[in-house]
């Protein structure tokens, strides 16, 4: 009897050992207050599955050789950049003056180590600029000109605008202007559906990584930097807690330090990921001001997917199981 009870001990803890093992994804693809059952097309909708899907195998598909977290929240993202479908890489909301100005960071969890780019013009994946600036710069930000510079210097692929540049960017920022009027001072609004792209991943040894990218806020000022390249508002990670990678209202993120404050309520309060975010999305930035979302993946590999808007384009995949993907409020993923 006691030889059975020790061996199913011992199965036990190499089943949670296994467990701990595997690795584990988690991204967005912004989130916003037309994302409705009403408002979207059944089209629309399967093209955004796919396209979440995709981006997930392609994660997993480094993580499977051994590669870093790091490289599968690049590798993941990539893909999102790359369709037409969210606003980050092709497909970038427009500036007032019609011009693309991307945003992406990246961050490490284990030793602090983080890479952003700001206000890029002409690269083709902002995620693997704000990589090249981790792993090769002193420096944690570069924006405008010198980033695009650095980037190139690097060897990342350049764009012109007519890649970048989507005809439905430039009627939606015609249409942007009819409603809010000819001045570009006017702050940008939270728009009913956005598009950044996002992306926490635990891998096999444990280690943390998040990154996001993003064109920004449809109509904004020629200048504006949101959070996204923010470390601590867009982006954050520490082994020791989670990964996580925020999408909304850009300004209000930024204000209240939202990837940190996630972060630090799971360090100092011990709060679990899912009440850590609860508190920050639905107190900490109200409704109607701050709208948005957030996903992450804690250091013991709970998925954290929160937001306040109607919907949030989302998904994760777990070593071992298929990629699950959401849109709408109402859609339940575990
Ligand atoms: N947070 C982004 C920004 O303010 C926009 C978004 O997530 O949709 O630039």
């Given amino acids: 009897m006691k030889k059975i009870l020790l061996l199913l001990i011992c199965l036990l803890a190499h ?17 916003g207050n037309r994302l409705t059952p009403k408002k979207l097309s059944a089209e629309k909708r399967t093209q955004y599955h796919k396209a979440m899907t995709e981006a997930l195998e392609q994660g997993a598909a480094v993580l499977d050789t051994g590669g870093k977290a790091a490289d599968a929240v690049v590798a993941c993202l990539s893909v999102l950049e790359n369709s037409p479908l969210f606003n980050a890489g092709r497909g970038s909301v427009l500036t007032w003056n019609g011009k693309v100005s991307m945003d992406a960071s990246l961050m490490i969890g284990r030793g602090q180590r983080a890479g952003a780019v700001a206000g ?9 600029a704000a990589r090249t600036v981790e792993q090769y710069s002193r420096h944690v930000l570069l924006s405008g000109a010198g980033a695009d510079r650095f980037a ?41 559906k956005m598009g950044t792209v996002g992306c926490a991943v ?15 806020m449809m109509g904004k000022r020629h200048g504006r930097v949101g959070d996204s390249p923010l470390i601590g508002a867009g982006t954050y990670a520490h082994d020791s807690t989670v990964a996580v990678s925020c999408t909304g209202h850009g300004e209000y993120f930024i204000r209240y330090a939202i990837a940190h404050s996630l972060h630090s309520r799971m360090q100092h309060r011990g709060e ?6 609860q ?16 996903i992450g993946v804690s250091h013991t590999g709970e998925i954290i997917m929160e937001f306040n808007t ?25």
């Fill in 120 to 128: 890029l013009s002409c690269i083709k994946n902002p995620i693997q």
């Fill in 202 to 216: 635990r891998d096999r040894q444990g280690r943390l990584a998040a990154g996001t990218s993003t064109g920004g």
């Fill in 310 to 334: 109607k919907g949030m384009l989302r998904g994760y995949l777990r070593e071992g199981a298929p990629a699950k993907t959401a849109i709408f409020k109402e859609e339940r993923l575990e």
């Fill in 272 to 277: 679990s990921g899912a009440a850590a975010a």
């Fill in 15 to 31: 089943l949670a050992e296994g467990q701990k093992d595997r690795y584990t994804l988690v991204l967005h693809g912004g989130a």
């Fill in 152 to 192: 190139i210097e690097k060897g990342l692929t350049r764009v012109d605008s007519n890649y970048l540049v989507l005809p439905q960017r430039l009627k939606q920022l015609k249409s942007y202007k009819k409603r809010y009027g000819a001045s570009e001072s006017r702050p940008a609004n939270s728009p009913g």
């Fill in 279 to 294: 508190h920050l999305l639905h107190e900490t930035l109200q409704p109607g001001a701050g709208d948005g979302g957030l």
